[in-house]
Antibody, heavy 122, light 108 residues
């Protein structure tokens, strides 16, 4: 079955870095745009970044993370990544890896990982 | 970016009742590219409706979506115990895709 499994979260100090990974299985990963969506504690959903399918690797990031976060993928390893630098307290959230149904980078998201918690605190 | 405003913030209903949730966009949503998700406590969001009115795979027919332009509605015809959750709308017609703030459907 279709499955997305995130890893790499944890506690980091402001200004620090983390790299999230998402392992995909059960579908042809390279055919799909993929996104990261986050949810701050007790809050709603916020799209963070997307990357195009195939080998073109077009990407886009929300203004709130632009210049600090970078999305990437390795189709040979069915993996999605999010490199997060210069982390801020307000980046604290559960980060979800999500599959884009339509291949636009904007959604809708028809499959989600279980989420991974990133806590930025001194 | 398009701002989505969901109402009401909280809906208190009993099992078996009908739920009507609203999502209003600050600009026209292109091609009715509007989705609905629900999220049960401690769980992952799940896609319910896409393209304003198409049910996602495995979603029961008590869930229906309607609307176009700037006004969209999610209707749950008869609430089941598992339907008590937070519901989010999302537009994907314009970049960036944006989510509403959510409507909590709670047991009365």
């Amino acid at each position: 079955q279709v499955q997305l499994v995130e890893s790499g979260g944890g506690l980091v100090k402001p200004g620090g870095s983390l790299r999230l990974s998402c392992a995909a299985s059960g579908f042809t990963f390279s055919n799909y745009y993929m996104s990261w969506v986050r949810q701050a504690p007790g809050k709603g959903l916020e799209w963070v970044s997307y990357i195009s399918s195939g080998s073109t690797n077009y990407m886009s990031h929300a203004d709130s993370v632009k210049g600090r976060f970078t999305i990437s993928r390795d189709n040979a390893k069915n993996s999605l990544f999010l490199q997060m630098n210069s982390l801020r307290v307000e980046d604290t959230a559960v980060y979800y890896c999500a599959r884009d149904r339509y291949g636009s980078g904007k959604g809708p998201f028809d499959c989600w990982g279980q989420g991974i918690l990133v806590t930025v605190s001194s | 970016e398009i701002v989505l405003t969901q109402s009401p913030g909280t809906l208190s209903l009993s099992p078996g009742e009908r739920a009507t949730l609203s999502c209003r966009a600050s600009q026209i949503v292109s091609s009715s590219y509007l989705a609905w998700y629900h999220q049960k406590p401690g769980q992952v969001p799940r896609l319910l409706i896409y393209d304003a009115s198409s049910r996602a795979t495995g979603i029961p027919d008590r869930f229906s979506g309607s609307g176009s332009g700037t006004d969209f509605t999610l209707t749950i015809s008869r609430l089941e115990p598992e339907d008590f959750a937070v519901y989010y709308c999302q537009q994907y017609g314009s970049s960036p895709g944006t989510f509403g703030q959510g409507t909590k459907v709670e047991i009365k």
